[in-house]
């Protein structure tokens, strides 16, 4: 296995731990701008006050995203058992 093959499964890796985390981490980030923003527009300052909501709406992306990302797991692991014999042969 030589330096070039590691840094691409190393890549991969990178890309596909990316693609699974956006759906989450976008929701999260959409739904706290959404909420500071009205409470600013409120003046209620409670920091508490966005959890619930966050964590409904990271819920939800979950439920949506999970099939896709589950099959991106099982494709990218299906993908490095195909590499494994070229990888340990050295070519």
Not at 32 to 49: D, H, N, P, V, Y
Request: with cysteine.
């Amino acid at each position: 296995m030589d330096t070039n093959a590691v840094l691409d499964i190393g890549l991969s890796g990178l890309l596909v731990a990316a693609k699974l985390a956006a759906p989450v981490l976008i929701t999260s980030l959409v739904v706290g701008f959404a909420i500071s923003l009205i409470q600013s527009m409120t003046q209620i300052q409670e920091i508490t006050l966005s959890f619930v909501p966050k964590a409904v709406a990271v819920a939800i992306a979950l439920v949506i995203c999970g099939h896709w990302m589950i099959s991106e797991m099982v494709l990218f692991t299906h993908d490095l058992f195909d590499k494994l014999p070229s990888l340990l042969q050295g070519g």
